[in-house]
């Protein structure tokens, strides 16, 4: 058997001794590193009843003739069909951010789920805002909905109790405003994604472990290396007594 691992054996209670406190350095190393945060965003689309997303073509309204004093509803066939208008929604897209991050939105979401730890933030989807201020507003019908929290389902959560609250809330305005159901603008969630900030790294608690471990591993050896010759001096001076 090696003479190292001799030394470890014998002297065992050093390597467990240092095993407990490579442990604890290298858990009081991990936990003292800065937790994780989580940025939760999903995209929403901002859509009508007439999906002029999903047409080529503005719906035409029929005509109405009367014939024999009976009206009688007719289509209308143009060679230029109009094309749908999308500015509508567009323009509600770079609007509806400003009422997402509101106190009111964030009062009736706080009444109907309770506090949900984090914050939230909106913008149109392709927006930007140069170094003097100027915002350019999205060509697109999309609004990103954005959560920043210490815990990812915290995050999902925000986000989507946000999305639901905003979405109850514009229909009970339109439904108050008298707007009729196929002019009323409707907002949907596409898709949800998580990134993950400032992991914590494992790597730095494991080597302070391992040096801890070796540390008194090479103390363990150095003792046994020690104790033979302390007995080969009381022997020697036993008998010179």
Excluded at 84 to 103: G, W
Excluded at 112 to 117: A, D, I, R
């Amino acid at each position: 058997m090696p003479p190292a691992v001799t030394a470890l054996l014998r002297f065992w209670w050093v390597v467990v001794v240092g095993a407990a406190v490579a442990i604890v350095a290298g858990g009081a190393v991990y936990e003292h590193q800065p937790k994780p945060t989580y940025n939760v965003s999903a995209n929403v689309l901002v859509n009508s009843p007439e999906a002029p997303y999903l047409r080529t073509a503005q719906p035409q309204a029929p005509s109405v003739k009367t014939i024999g004093g009976k009206k009688k509803s007719t289509s209308v066939a143009t060679s230029a069909p109009t094309p749908p208008n999308t500015q509508v929604l567009v323009n509600a897209a770079n609007l509806y951010p400003l009422l997402i991050q509101s106190d009111v939105i964030a009062k009736l979401r706080r009444a109907k789920y309770g506090p949900t730890p984090g914050t939230v933030t909106a913008t149109a989807l392709a927006s930007s805002t140069n170094t003097y201020g100027v915002y350019h507003p999205s060509p697109l019908p999309v609004i990103t909905v954005k959560a920043h929290s210490q815990d990812a389902g915290q995050g999902k959560r925000l986000v989507n109790q946000t999305i639901r609250t905003f979405e109850e809330w514009i229909v009970q305005r339109q439904k108050a405003s008298g707007v009729a159901p196929s002019q009323r603008i409707s907002v949907e969630a596409l898709q949800t994604t998580v990134h993950e900030t400032g992991k914590r790294s494992k790597g730095m608690a494991l080597f302070l472990s391992v040096v801890i471990l070796l540390a008194f591993g090479a103390v363990a050896v150095v003792a046994d290396r020690v104790r033979p010759r302390r007995v080969v001096h009381e022997l020697v001076a036993r008998r010179a007594d």
